[in-house]
């Protein structure tokens, strides 16, 4: 996978910018060496970059969990701006069982697809175990997004060994690893739980004549 092959120190850098970051990890795995000669980058894009590109509040950014919606915003501004030709729509993911996610999930990214999918999910439901604990009332929940995780579907696998799994390109390297295998029935239930009950993902694919 291109992006199991980006840097590893990548897409870090803010615990709290992960909307941000999520869309420089996805329009990184897209981009070639001669687009990063174009816009003047080493071999990746960072959320630091397209905060000043878009001329965003980083207040903002660092204070709330950022919407599907907005991350569709965002990212359609930096295609336009770094002039990449991608399309991006936000569209409600099919939750209605295992099998009908994991068809979702097969009918628009990877493969012949080209393409992949921004999710906000509950990363303990994903992974399947508590990896974020968050004392609630605390001074550190209310700098906090708790266990609200930006991240990216890059595939499908569905095979006699691994049926109905999704492959996660993650910015928190250091928490989940760069790729990792999320079980559909564990992403299902981490999109079901996330706390704002928004369930629509962001499709990112390649423009094809």
């Known amino acids: 996978s291109r992006w199991g092959d980006l840097p590893t120190h990548c897409f870090n850098s803010h615990t709290n910018m992960g909307g941000l970051q999520t869309i420089a990890l996805a329009l990184s795995g897209f981009l070639s060496e001669e687009d990063y000669e174009s816009i003047a980058l080493p071999n990746h894009v960072t959320a630091d970059f397209l905060a000043w590109t878009l001329s965003l509040n980083i207040t903002d950014l660092l204070s709330n969990t950022i919407d599907p919606q907005t991350i569709t915003d965002y990212t359609r501004s930096a295609c336009d701006a770094l002039s990449i030709n991608l399309s991006v729509n936000t569209?409600?993911?099919?939750?209605?069982?295992?099998?009908?996610?994991?068809?979702?999930?097969?009918?628009?990214?990877?493969?012949?697809?080209?393409?992949?999918?921004?999710?906000?999910?509950?990363?303990?439901?994903?992974?399947?175990?508590?990896?974020?604990?968050?004392?609630?009332?605390?001074?550190?929940?209310?700098?906090?997004?708790?266990?609200?995780?930006?991240?990216?579907?890059?595939?499908?696998?569905?095979?006699?060994?691994?049926?109905?799994t999704a492959i996660i390109a993650d910015p928190c390297m250091n928490k989940c690893g760069r790729l990792w295998r999320c079980n559909m029935n564990n992403l299902r239930n981490g999109l079901l739980e996330i706390p704002s009950g928004d369930t629509n993902v962001v499709l990112i694919k390649v423009l094809t004549s």
Not at 120 to 143: H, P, T
């Open 91 to 164: 569209q409600e993911a099919n939750l209605e069982s295992v099998d009908s996610l994991s068809e979702f999930f097969s009918n628009n990214i990877g493969g012949s697809e080209f393409g992949v999918a921004l999710v906000l999910v509950d990363i303990n439901k994903a992974l399947g175990f508590e990896i974020i604990s968050v004392d609630e009332g605390s001074e550190a929940a209310a700098l906090s997004h708790g266990c609200s995780h930006w991240c990216v579907v890059v595939s499908v696998v569905d095979t006699e060994r691994l049926t109905n």
